[in-house]
């Protein structure tokens, strides 16, 4: 991993930085099935509303983010408070350096507390690795502990190419028949 990387909570000025981190999986993958990239305003919004709730780390080396992951909830239904998604993007250069897996463990980590039982992915996978998409993400995962429980097949349309879905998940908590309560991650009032 590279040298004095911290792991912490997003900020709302991070907001710019993170964005040119995101743009170019929009423009240049399918690793996102979004076509756009959104404007500063919407992003900032993006990041503001998962942390009433849910954590948004950054990775960053002398003021730089390198990287950053959050979770969110896997469905809105009240059933799934005990289930996140998680997303993770690093900049284009920063790839195969641990940065993923110091952010993912931070995630696991913060998602324990909140009593967070099912961490749960969803990756765009190619039926034929492409310019766009590779079967990396699905390998990293792996790698993470986390196990494949379902494909849709040719769901994601991105230039002009038809992509499967992978959903995976990693069962991070006991499943309790009296689980305790979800926290949000303001409440946990820890320092990342």
């Known amino acids: 991993m590279e040298n004095h990387v911290k792991?912490?909570?997003?900020r709302v000025e991070d907001a710019g930085e993170i964005l040119e981190i995101y743009a170019p999986y929009v423009r240049k993958t399918a690793i996102t099935f979004?076509?756009?990239?959104?404007?500063l305003?919407?992003?900032?919004?993006?990041?503001?509303?998962?942390?009433?709730?849910?954590?948004?780390?950054?990775?960053?080396?002398?003021?730089e983010i390198l990287g950053y992951a959050y979770t969110g909830p896997f469905s809105e239904r009240a059933a799934f408070a005990w289930a996140a998604e998680v997303s993770?993007?690093?900049?284009?250069?920063?790839?195969?350096?641990?940065?993923?897996?110091?952010l993912y463990h931070a995630i696991e980590e913060i998602s324990k507390a909140q009593n967070i039982t099912n961490l749960n992915v969803r990756i765009?996978?190619?039926?034929?690795?492409?310019?766009?998409?590779?079967?990396?993400?699905?390998?990293?995962?792996?790698h993470m502990g986390y196990?494949?429980?379902g494909e849709f097949h040719n769901c994601g349309y991105k230039f002009g190419r038809w992509y499967h879905l992978v959903c995976m998940e990693k069962m991070?908590?006991?499943?309790?028949?009296d689980p305790a309560t979800f926290v949000p991650f303001p409440e946990l009032g820890a320092e990342v």
Do not use: C, W
């Open 41 to 63: 305003e919407e992003f900032t919004g993006r990041i503001q509303k998962t942390l009433q709730r849910y954590p948004y780390l950054v990775a960053e080396t002398d003021g």
């Open 147 to 149: 196990s494949k429980v």
């Open 88 to 102: 993770i993007y690093l900049k284009e250069n920063m790839r195969n350096r641990g940065l993923g897996k110091a």
């Open 172 to 177: 991070i908590r006991p499943h309790d028949s």
């Open 124 to 142: 765009g996978y190619p039926e034929i690795e492409d310019e766009y998409l590779t079967k990396n993400s699905v390998q990293f995962h792996t």
């Open 34 to 39: 979004e076509y756009d990239v959104p404007d």
């Open 7 to 10: 792991i912490r909570a997003a």
